[in-house]
């Protein structure tokens, strides 16, 4: 009975007991709140860090694309005025799959115009790839670092085209002349006979300087085997020789003039002559292999700097795709095959 009326009682401490445990209750709850609060901001603050990253990421692979872009404009634009105009017709260098192609094109521009080609590569062309070189060379300044090597090995190949271009424009300045020697051959050993004439002393001067051991040579089998063997061996080198060496000995003559035979010309004609004149074929088998071996040889430095510099394209476009890939984690996108281009193995 006195519990019941004493202040302070077992109802008054379970009320505190009550309090305490709700107010527990309640800074818990603050805590778990304000824990919640800032693991939200701090994964709402780390997507926004991933987003900005990523953002800046694709800013920058955009802007690799967007430098290896402006190199392949500008090289379309000013390299591409030169390769149309020693090819002397509109021309896509992507579509061009190698040297042989760059050597036709070329070669089949020069037949177009075999007189006047030599001036119009000097004064037309060279210009063009001058202009070309000092506009490419502009774009150093805006590339990217990443970008820099591959735009310099570019750079180093310009100077090498303009080069062989001008050593084949020089070259070809002979080629007329060349074409005359072979057409007097066939004019003069036409005429060759058993009789002292002037075009038969000649021509029979002529063999005698061209063809090694004549003296030694049983008949006209003889000839004809060695010119089959060396033109097919090396034709340039023995044209060459032949039409610098033997070729004035039957040009201009005076065909009204007093012949002068060698003391070797009756002995020669006697087993040098036939008919039916085989040994003409013989030269002109000769004649045709050196001019063909010339125009690859009168080419050779400018084909080889034209591989080099399609290489050289096609590394700064590469390694900005590259870049791209890198920086923005994507796949690298394989470039578009040229037309009639073989697939890679096993793709």
């Known amino acids: 009975m006195g519990n019941l009326g004493m202040p302070g009682g077992t109802a008054g401490g379970g009320m505190d007991e009550y309090q305490r445990m ?10 778990n709140r304000m824990i919640f609060a800032v693991v939200g901001l701090a994964v709402v603050g780390g997507g926004g860090f991933m987003m900005m990253r990523s953002r800046k990421q694709a800013a920058a692979g955009q802007a690799m ?5 402006r ?5 379309k634009e000013e390299m591409g005025a030169f390769w149309s105009c020693i090819m002397s017709s509109e021309v896509d260098m992507d579509m061009i799959q190698g040297a042989d192609q ?3 094109r070329v070669e089949s521009a020069y037949f177009t115009q075999q007189k006047t080609f030599s001036e119009h590569l000097t004064s037309e062309c060279i210009p063009k790839i001058e202009r070309g070189r000092s506009a490419m060379a502009s774009l150093s300044s805006e590339m990217p670092p990443e970008l820099k090597g591959p735009l310099d090995t570019y750079l180093a190949v310009l100077p090498k085209l303009q ?19 072979d057409a007097t051959i066939q004019e003069v050993g ?3 006979s058993t009789d002292p004439t002037v075009e038969s002393t000649a021509f029979e001067k002529f063999l005698v300087c061209a063809i090694p051991d004549l003296d030694k040579t049983k008949d006209i089998q003889g000839v004809l085997e060695f010119l089959a063997a060396t033109c097919k061996t090396d034709a340039v080198k023995f044209m060459t020789k032949v039409r610098a060496d033997c070729g004035p000995i039957i040009q201009n003559l005076n065909k009204d003039g007093k012949p002068s035979p060698s003391k070797t010309f009756k002995a020669n004609a006697k087993k040098l002559y036939e008919e039916d004149q085989r040994q003409l074929q013989a030269w002109e088998y000769c004649a045709k292999r050196s001019r063909k071996g010339k125009k690859v040889l009168d080419l050779e430095e400018f084909l080889t700097a034209s591989g080099e510099y399609m290489e050289a394209v096609v590394n ?4 900005a795709r590259e870049e791209n890939a890198r920086i923005t984690g994507k ?3 394989a470039p578009k095959k040229k037309p009639g281009e073989a697939a890679a193995p096993g793709g």
């Not at 694309?65 to 872009?69: D, F, I, P, Q, S």
């Not at 080069?163 to 020697?181: L, P």
């Open 71 to 75: 190199f392949s404009l500008k090289d």
């Open 331 to 333: 796949p690298l996108e």
């Open 22 to 31: 709700m107010a527990d209750r309640a800074a818990k709850a603050k805590r």
């Open 102 to 104: 760059i050597q036709q």
């Open 65 to 69: 694309l967007e430098a290896g872009g």
């Open 163 to 181: 080069t062989g271009i001008e050593s084949y424009a020089e070259k070809i300045k002979g080629r007329s002349a060349v074409k005359d020697v």
């Open 316 to 319: 700064v476009r590469r390694t």
């Open 190 to 192: 036409g005429a060759f």
